[in-house]
């Protein structure tokens, strides 16, 4: 057991919580404490707020080679520490160990990429609606932003939302999840390390998040909240937006349809599957939900998914070879179950796993079903678990209507060899990141984000840097000929 007291990240000083209290973090492996950590409150969220508050005007006017600087150093220190922030991430959310690596890579990729978009904040100059006038248009930092972050990715989720916001040159307060909070403080660790000025950057952790995050919501110098995690935690803080008016970005909840078609090489649709399905042991807002396997190949693509399954290696992500670990809490084990006991009664078969596998430890086995059809609760909510519900289906136009038939939008996936098939579906899923022949289409370089209720958007690609400016326009007149 570890146990490590960790400070909260306040204008960049590490203090104690004003509340003097600490909470518990576990290793959802184990069911251990691996350390205590203070808990936040309403007077830390309103000290880091002054405390970017005060730092906002000098950190918007620092060139932009300053600050594509320091998130190059944090992308390099991340890459440095990758092995020792993969071991604190796999202890408080449960990944392998390899995956949680591959994790932090993932996240200084974020870094690096705003570092550069830094430096292409362009304006423009548009012709004018009159011969002697001009227009400019210029973007600047929006202000300080809150960023609410997610426990499936504990570093990627911030720093796609750190590099973006210092970037731009805003100043942002990290709230992370209760669940993960020592990742984060962590990231907190190395920007402090290389140089960020104090107060741009607060990490802040606290056991009941609501009260916290309101102190924020309810501040008009907030200008901005972005948020990944659940569609409902989004409508709320959407609601919450509305009295000062905040720009918002929100990555929420996905139903990702994966749709395998008979000419498809059915090896890698396997393959892509269960890296689709597979990731952060399903607990993704990608993860393939509704795999659509066309009637023909359906047998073939069934049988190959089982075996592969069935040697995946199941325990503490900590163990050498292990390669899917706990889900994150007693919850998620429950959820997993309810929408396994769903299905069965309403006729699904399960043809590998379908139980927990052991009583240490919030585990759940991978677990394939068949016979799954659209009336249950598998196909209509995120599972997030290790569950791969396989569907049968006959055409293209019933799959296509299928797929759409979510108020969710985020990610689907569809294998195929027809090029036409692959341009018709792009522009008829309902979904914001397609994965055509690709299990895994998340990358720095993309505008992440959703359609419909998986949110409002983009994460990465140069999309992601707008989401932190404010454009405005001059109109320049009196411009003699
Ligand atoms: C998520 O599940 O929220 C993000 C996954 C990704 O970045 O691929």
């Known amino acids: 057991m570890i146990t490590k007291m960790s400070h909260l990240f306040i204008g960049g000083d590490w203090c104690e919580a004003s509340t003097g209290e600490y909470f518990d973090v576990l290793n959802p492996a184990t069911e251990e404490v691996i350390a205590r ?32 600087k320091i998130l190059l150093s944090a992308a390099n220190l991340m890459r440095d520490r990758a092995e020792h922030l993969a071991q604190i991430m796999t202890l408080e959310e449960g990944k392998p160990v390899l995956e949680a690596k591959g994790e932090v890579t993932y996240a200084a990729s974020f870094l690096e990429w705003f570092a550069e978009e830094a430096k292409r904040v362009y304006g423009e100059i548009i012709p004018a609606n009159a011969p002697d006038k001009r227009i400019l248009i210029i973007k600047r930092p929006l202000g300080l932003a809150l960023a609410i972050t997610p426990w499936n990715f504990p570093a990627a989720m911030i720093t796609r939302k750190v590099g973006p916001a210092l970037a731009a040159g805003c100043t942002m307060i990290v709230k992370p999840s209760e669940l993960t909070p020592l990742t984060a403080l962590e990231i907190a660790k190395i920007f402090e390390e290389v140089g960020l000025p104090k107060g741009v950057l607060s990490v802040l952790v606290g056991k009941d998040p609501a009260p916290l995050v309101k102190v924020a919501m309810d501040d008009f110098n907030v200008r901005k909240v972005t948020f ?34 008979d000419d498809a090489d059915i090896n890698s649709a396997v393959e892509n599957a269960i890296i689709a399905k597979m990731r952060s042991m399903g607990e993704s807002c990608v993860a393939a939900n509704r795999i659509y396997v066309q009637r023909a190949v359906l047998e073939q693509f069934t049988s190959k998914l089982v075996s592969k399954l069935a040697e995946f290696r199941i325990g503490n992500g900590l163990e050498d070879g292990v390669q899917v670990g706990p889900l994150i809490e007693p919850a998620a084990v429950e959820k997993v179950e309810l929408h396994v006991a769903d299905a069965t009664k309403k006729g699904a078969k399960v043809i590998l796993g379908g139980s927990r596998g052991t009583n240490v430890g919030y585990f759940y086995l991978p677990t394939v079903l068949t016979n799954v059809t659209d009336s249950m609760l598998i196909t209509q909510e995120e599972t997030f678990g290790p569950v791969a519900a396989v569907i049968p289906f006959d055409t293209e136009e019933e799959v296509l209507e299928r797929a759409n038939n979510t108020h969710h939008g985020l990610a689907a996936y569809y294998f195929t060899k027809d090029i036409g098939r692959v341009f018709r579906l792009a522009e008829k899923l309902q979904f914001g990141i397609l994965g055509a022949n690709d299990g895994l289409p998340s990358t720095a370089q993309a505008p992440f984000g959703g359609v419909k209720e998986s949110g409002l958007g983009r994460e990465g690609g140069h999309h992601g840097i707008d989401e932190y400016l404010d454009v405005k326009y001059v109109s320049l007149g009196g411009i003699s000929s």
């Open 228 to 261: 990944t995690g659940s569609t409902s935690v989004g409508k709320l803080l959407m609601k919450q937006s509305a009295d000062t008016m905040k720009r918002i970005s929100f990555e929420l909840g996905g139903q990702a349809p994966f749709i395998v078609f």
């Open 37 to 68: 950590v203070p808990d936040a409150g309403s007077v830390d969220m309103r000290m880091a707020i002054d405390a970017a508050l005060a730092v906002q005007k000098s950190w918007a006017s620092t060139t932009a080679a300053q600050r594509s």
